[in-house]
């Protein structure tokens, strides 16, 4: 994939970014990053990245028991938080699993 030019990013480093995909964190990672900006947010957190990854994945971890990967722990953080709120389901809002 041929990607633009720019003066701000490593293009090269960034398109290696998905030559790897046996952990789908990445995936989330990248989608939570590209709705902050798109939020317009110009600094995000750790903790808003890691809140917007588990968000993202709940439905699919939840619902249909998606493995994410063998070393992938964003799964077991959907499970941990399942766990100690049995009452929230697999179609919970967003920012319902955010605001835990």
């Not at 960034?14 to 995936?27: A, G, I, M, P």
């Not at 990672?29 to 994945?57: C, N």
């Not at 990967?69 to 955010?98: W, Y």
Request: proline share 3%; charged share 30%; glycine share 4%.
């Amino acid at each position: 994939m041929q990607l633009p030019y720019s003066e701000e990013l490593n293009i090269e480093n960034f398109s290696r970014l998905f030559d790897n995909t046996s952990e789908c964190y990445k995936f989330f990672w990248f989608k939570a990053i590209v709705g902050k900006v798109v939020e317009g947010k110009h600094e995000i957190t750790y903790e808003e990245l890691a809140d917007e990854m588990i968000a993202e994945a709940w439905y699919m971890v939840i619902e249909y028991h998606l493995n994410l990967g063998p070393r992938d722990t964003l799964e077991n953080l959907v499970d941990l938080i399942k766990k100690k709120n049995p009452e929230l389901k697999s179609c919970e809002k967003k920012s319902v699993i955010i605001d835990l």
